[in-house]
C-alpha cells in the first residue's frame, strides 16, 4: 500500500482559534486607538473647562474685591468733605471695620503727603520713598487706578505688601487725592489656595504684562522660573493649550488686571490617558482571554467529533472488513456528514462482499479453464503415443498404455476435486512415466523420492503431469545417452517441495523466459505456465515454479505450495 504523503494544511480547528481570535484583536486595537483619542479628546476638554472655571472664580473674587474697594473708596472720598473731627472719627471706624486697608492718605497737588491714617501707627518723618503714589499716573489717570503690588514704605518697622487705590477729589477740597494702600493678603491668600491639578496655579498681571502677584513669587525673582507673558500680553481672554501647558486668561471686571490659569497636560491629561490605556490593556487582555476561550470551546465543540471522524476514516482504510462504524456525536452539520460516511462504509463493505464473491467464483472459473487446458492437451499428447504404437504393431503395449491411461484418468478427475492426496498426484505421475516409457522404447529411467509424511498432504491435481511431460519431450527426447527423471517431494517448514529434476539437454535463459510466457498460438510449454498460473491463483503470489536449467546438463524444477490437510482442503 502506498505511504500518504505528510498532511501540510492547517486544522479547521486551528484556522478558526486564528481567524477570533486576529478579528477580535484588530476589532479592540481599532476600538482602543478610537476611544483613547476621543477620551484624550475629552480630558483635554475637561481640563481646559476647569481651567477655566478656577480662572473664572478667581476673576469673580478679585473683581468682586476691587468692586467692594471702590465702595469703599466712595466713602473714604465722602468723608474728605466733612470737618477735621467728623472726618477723623468716619476714618478711624472705617479703618476698624475694614482690617485688610492698612492706611489712608491724601495728597497736594503737588503729590505731597498732607494726612495719613492708620490704626496705632504714625508715619515716618523723613519719607525716602513713598512707593503707594506716583505724581504722573495721578495726573494721568481721570478717575480711581490701582498700582502693583509694592511694599509699604511709610511706616518705621512695619512693611506689608499692599496694593494702593488712588482717586482724585473734587475740586475745592484741601487735598487733591486720596488713596487706600490695601493689603494684598488676603487676595494673596485666596490666589495660593487656587490649584488646578496638583501642580497648576494662578497668577495676576496687568494688561501691560507686568506681573501683579503669582504665587511663586520668589523662584521668579531668582530666575528659577519664568513665565510666557509676552505671549500671554498678546493673548485674548480664552483657553490656549499645547503639547505640556494649558494657559487660561480672563480679565478683571473694574481693573486692566488679567488672571492667568496655568495646568500641565501631563498631569490633567497624560496621567489620565496613561491610566486609561493602562485599563484598556487589561481589559483588551480580558476580552482577548475570553476570546480564545471561546474560541478553543467551539474548536473543541467542532474538532473533537471532526477527528473521531478522521481516526474512523483510517480505521476503515487500514481493514475495512472488521471495521465497525459507531456514529460521531457533534452539531448538526457533524451529525450529517458522520450520518453519511456510515450509509458510504455500509454500502462499501457490501460492494467488497460482493467482488469477493465474484473473484471466488471467477477463480473457479479460471481454474476450470486451465485445467480444461490440460486435459486435451494430455489426452492429445497420450492417444498420439498410442496411435504410433498402433502402427508400428506394437498391439499389447498399446493395450496397457490404454488401461495406464484409464487409471490416470481416474485419477484426474477425482470425483471433480481440484485437491487430491499427494500420495495420489505421484501415483497420477508415475501412471503417466509408465506411459511415456512404452512409448520411448525404455530411452530413460525414473525414480521417486518422497518424504513419506508429505503423503497424506494436499496439492493440485496434474501438477506433476506437465512437468515431466516438459523434461521428455524437451530435455531427453533429443538426448542420445540414456536420460534420467529424478522426482523428490520435501517437507520446508510450513511448505511442500516438489523437485522434477532430469539430464537432459538442458536450456538458455531465454528458452526459460519464453516456456514462462502464455502464448495461447504455441503448444509448446502450455503446461508448466498453467501448473505455476494455477499455483499463484489458488496460494498466492509466493507459490509456484522456479525452474534452474543449464545446457547440456540438464534442468531441475522446483515446485512449491504450502502445507494443506483435509480440513484446509475443505476451506479451499
Partial sequence: MKKDAPRTGLRTTTILVTMVVSVVAIILCCCIVLFLNRYRSAVV???????????????????NYLKDMTQAMELVKQSMSESADSRDKLLSAFLKFRPEVVAVTSYSEDGQLLDCWALGREPRENILENLSFDLEMAKASDSAYMTPPHVESLFEGYYPWVVTMTAPLEPGEQAAWVSLDLSFSSISSYINNVSIGQRGYCFLMDKAGNIVYHPQQ?????????????????????????????YCAASVAGSDWRVVGVSYVDELVNRNVTEMIHLSMVLAVVVLAAAVLTSWLL????????????????????????????????????????????????????????????????????????????NPHFLYNTLDSIAWMCEQGRNAEAVRMVHALARLFRISISKGHELIPIAKEIQHAESYLQIQ?????NQFVYTFDVDPECLNYYCNKITLQPIIENAINHGLDLLVDEGEINVRVRQDGDDIVFYVQDNGVGMTPEQLRTIMQRNPSDRTGIGIKNVDDRLKIYFGKDYGLHITSEPDVGTCVEIRMPKLEEGDYEAK
Avoid at 476647569?50 to 472664580?57: F, L
Fill in 218 to 246: 520668589q523662584l521668579l525673582y531668582a530666575g528659577l522660573k519664568s513665565e510666557q507673558i509676552a505671549a500671554l500680553a498678546g493673548m485674548q481672554d480664552g483657553t490656549y493649550a499645547n503639547d505640556t501647558v494649558i
Fill in 45 to 63: 476638554q475637561n481640563a481646559r473647562t476647569s481651567s477655566a472655571q478656577a480662572v473664572s472664580q478667581v476673576s469673580t473674587t478679585v473683581s
Fill in 299 to 374: 474548536s473543541r465543540l467542532l474538532g473533537r467529533p471532526l477527528r473521531g471522524l478522521t481516526a474512523a476514516m483510517e480505521s476503515f482504510e487500514t481493514d475495512a472488513d472488521h471495521f465497525t462504524y459507531r456514529p460521531v456525536g457533534g452539531t448538526r452539520e457533524v451529525q450529517e456528514l458522520s450520518d453519511s460516511f456510515g450509509h458510504m462504509v455500509l454500502r462499501i463493505q457490501q460492494l467488497m462482499s460482493t467482488v469477493r464473491e465474484e473473484e471466488v467464483n471467477l477463480r473457479k472459473t479460471e481454474l476450470k479453464a486451465l485445467q480444461a487446458q490440460i
Fill in 437 to 441: 516409457k512404452y512409448r520411448y522404447k
